[in-house]
């Protein structure tokens, strides 16, 4: 039958496999340890009742193992969901470890606890954004710089021997030879028409129209009175300056005789004014009624 003395005795001297030795301490790596811890309480192996908490997919369950279905390794342990609510998780462990000692269902509890605020943290973290950080390697980065350089002048290449090839076909080097490639010749000629064409559109177009087309007989009647009335006026003008030039000035130096020059100037010129005035009839099409200015 099992002993739990021998086989902490072999386990803790001899060898396991799940001890982790460390400066700090001596850690346990089986995943049914409740504390993590490698001494004779927390140890599942050496212990026939043992009581613990594992995590499947978020999901806490409770796992207890007795001595009963010692002799059966398929059904060693015992397995109990629980329930997301924290409180009622503590009633179910309380439920089912009504009779245990007191330590290992405290020690459960802590193992709740633990876990609990971890799957806490653990949904903050993912609802959270972060930066990802990618390495590159340096041979991808290499290899990538050299094919985009031979891209680059295998393009510069092409261009440049099919720039020669067409401007040696339009001085007509190669005489009556058609057999190069029709894509670029057709791509050159549609380039040329759509310049020729903004050119077109560039130049504005010129026209000449006859004047006068709307003017009537009567407009020029008009037009023939306004020449009359401005000959009248240039006859008076003349007029008015012969008579200036009858008028006898006396030639003696003095301030009376330079004030009476002044008038006779001012006097003259109200004259010009009055005989320069000339009526002008302007008649519109729409209404019978005929101004008059006065120039």
């Avoid at 001085?171 to 759509?194: C, R, S, T």
Wanted: proline share 3%; charged share 40%.
């Amino acid at each position: 039958m099992q002993h739990d003395e021998v086989i902490w005795q072999v386990i803790r001297h001899n060898h396991c496999s799940f001890m982790a030795k460390i400066s700090t301490g001596n850690f346990c790596r089986n995943p049914y340890n409740v504390t993590g811890i490698c001494n004779r309480s927390s140890c599942p192996l050496a212990n026939s009742r043992y009581a613990t908490i594992r995590d499947h997919d978020g999901v806490f369950y409770l796992y207890m193992k007795t001595i009963e279905r010692a002799h059966k390794p398929n059904e060693l342990w015992e397995r109990v969901k629980l329930p997301r609510n924290y409180e009622k998780a503590l009633e179910i462990i309380d439920k089912h470890l009504m009779y245990w000692p007191k330590i290992l269902v405290h020690k459960t509890k802590q193992r709740l606890t633990k876990m609990t605020q971890m799957r806490i943290r653990m949904r903050k973290l993912a609802l959270k954004t972060r930066e990802k950080i990618m390495t590159t390697p340096r041979k991808e980065i290499k290899r990538e710089a050299r094919r985009e350089q031979k891209a680059e002048k295998a393009a510069l290449l092409d261009k440049s021997i099919e720039k020669e090839l067409l401007e040696r076909l339009k001085k007509g080097v190669y005489g009556d030879i058609y057999n190069y490639p029709v894509e670029a010749y057709n791509e050159v000629l549609e380039m040329e028409e759509l310049q020729a064409a903004s050119e077109e559109e560039e130049e504005p177009e010129i026209e000449y129209v006859e004047g006068y087309e709307e003017l009537e007989e009567e407009d020029m009647e008009d037009f023939g009175g306004l020449a009359i009335h401005n000959s009248e006026a240039d006859e008076d003008s003349d007029g008015i300056d012969e008579d200036l030039e009858d008028i006898d000035v006396p030639h003696k130096r003095g301030r009376k005789d330079s004030t009476s020059l002044r008038k006779l100037e001012k006097d003259a010129r109200a004259k010009l004014k009055k005989k320069a005035r000339v009526i002008v009839e302007v008649e519109h099409e729409d209404a019978d009624e005929r101004q008059t200015t006065v120039h």
